[in-house]
């Protein structure tokens, strides 16, 4: 989108050039925002969509003179996308500097044969030196006073103590780590903290790495906060243009917030991408307002928050049971053989084969984790050929990996086949889990514990198994089992 600078109202201002018809007008850059006109009349949906984003404009059901109308008055505010810096460029959505992910192309928007555009967020909308970000600099939004907290439970000794902790910073600045074994219900512990920051008029935001932790967490929270105006962002989100005090989001789609919430849940803060990524923890501090608090939930912090929780410098809440005050399930080491030549003649290994046999005729379901997708394909065509039960396969870039965990949940799927997506947040009873090839490197001391975290979470079927079939020992595997029995341990299990 190229702008003009002309004169308006006898003040100079920069528009569209799609909504001047005077070819001899220069292109200029972005400029400042127009003082508040408080007697415009603006559109309180513009207001709701755009309030604590930042958005282009081909994401706005608006018209661009729409938008304009409102920059003029004051109430919108245009950005650029790409800034130049002393080393080369910056996203102003993203906050990518890494060279290698910038590119340039002809474009026809702006007529420069050289465009440079970020290729780090290009799945969100393509941000480039011609795109101005959109966002709201009028009025706040007003959220409904009525945010009482609908739910009958009971949270355990460990819990309530956590919930209160975070209960307490409601209302100032600072960070807190929840560290919590799997299965600890992590999710009620938030419930009471929430209700206070709601009624204090606070924006909540919940962010997770996956989407099908989004998928989970919604509904369970709209259930137990019917009067509050909630909504779940992800990749092909319906709701991400529904105004909501309390928002739950993958990491990804926080690249379009900007200083919007005042409280910040990161959950699973120790998970790839968001341990890995930088434009990720720069999109959460992005996010948030300059006062704001941090809550960290994790079963397996880093190295460097453990430090921090020891040196005093971050608080911690430590739930070291589950909820239902039975043990995590220590994981059996399983001797699979040279795994990788049986698969690629087209065998599968005896041990395992024997454990499927058996766990087609317990009739429970299990979910299998495997190291990549190439070996998911070739496991999940060997196992249908070996039993005559429900199997069926699901990893990252399946298309129809919502429904398939649907599915699954609905007992209508008894084996599920899966790379380590699923390895967090997903709750199904009555499952048992197995990896295969545990001793590849894909499956870290952190993978394997909240792999073996998914089963046994149910107080009725607390006693889920947990095999590791593996060619040798990892280090990992050593340290995940090692990990387990500790929390156990101190638990007095």
């Known amino acids: 989108m190229r702008f003009v600078s002309l004169f308006l109202n006898n003040r ?23 003082p508040l006109n408080p007697t415009f009349q603006y559109d309180e949906k513009l207001q709701q969509i755009l309030y604590g984003k930042q958005l282009l404009f081909d994401e706005l059901p608006f018209t661009v003179d729409q938008i304009q109308l409102h920059y003029e008055n004051g109430y919108v505010k245009y950005s650029p996308g790409i800034c130049k810096t002393s080393n080369g460029y910056l996203c102003s959505r993203c906050g990518n500097e890494k060279s290698r992910l910038f590119a340039m192309f002809s474009c026809f928007r702006c007529k420069n044969d050289n465009c440079v555009y970020c290729r780090n967020c290009i799945m969100m909308g393509r941000v480039s030196e011609c795109t101005p970000l959109i966002s709201w600099s009028g009025p706040e939004v007003r959220w409904p006073d009525e945010n009482n907290l609908f739910w009958n439970g009971e949270l355990s000794i460990g819990q309530q103590l956590a919930s209160q902790k975070f209960a307490d910073n409601i209302g100032s600045d600072g960070e807190l780590l929840i560290w919590a074994v799997c299965g600890a219900g992590k999710t009620e512990v938030l419930f009471k903290g929430i209700e206070k920051a709601l009624n204090l008029g606070l924006h909540v935001c919940i962010a997770t790495p996956r989407t099908d932790v989004v998928l989970e967490l919604a509904p369970r929270l709209k259930a137990v906060f019917p009067n509050t105006k909630v ?26 917030f900007k200083q919007a919430f005042n409280i910040m849940i990161v959950d699973e803060v120790d998970a790839f991408p968001y341990s890995y990524d930088k434009t990720l923890q720069h999109a959460v501090s992005h996010a948030v307002t300059p006062k704001h608090f941090l809550l960290y939930l994790s ?51 005896a041990p395992f084969l024997k454990w499927l046999k058996a766990q087609v005729e317990s009739g429970r379901r299990a979910m299998i984790f495997v190291s990549s997708v190439s070996v998911l394909e070739k496991l999940t065509e060997l196992i249908r050929k070996e039993v005559d039960v429900s199997v069926d396969s699901v990893h990252a870039e399946d298309p129809f990996r919502k429904e398939k965990v649907i599915q699954f949940r609905n007992q209508d799927t008894q084996l599920l086949v899966t790379t380590t997506i699923l390895e967090r947040g997903v709750t199904v009873p009555y499952l048992d889990v197995a990896v295969f090839g545990a001793d590849h490197d894909v499956f870290t001391e952190s993978a394997l514990v909240q792999i073996a975290g998914r089963a046994g979470r149910s107080k009725d079927d607390h006693n889920g198994k947990v095999l590791l079939f593996h060619y040798g020992k990892s280090l990992s595997m050593i340290q995940a089992l090692n990990h387990i029995k500790s929390m156990n341990k101190e638990a007095g299990l």
């Open 299 to 349: 079963a397996t912090p880093s190295r460097t928050m453990k430090k921090a929780t020891q040196k005093g410098t971050l608080q911690c809440g430590k739930i070291p049971k589950r909820f239902h005050g039975f043990p995590l399930p220590v994981p059996k080491m399983v001797w699979g053989g040279e795994w990788k030549k049986r698969l690629e003649r087209g065998k599968l290994p």
């Open 231 to 256: 909504a779940s962002y992800y990749g092909g989100s319906e709701e991400r243009e529904t105004p909501a005090q309390l928002v739950i989001s993958t990491m990804h789609q926080l690249y379009r």
């Open 12 to 34: 100079l201002t920069i528009t569209p050039e799609t909504l001047v018809n005077d070819s001899s007008l220069k292109t200029v850059p972005f400029s400042e925002l127009p």
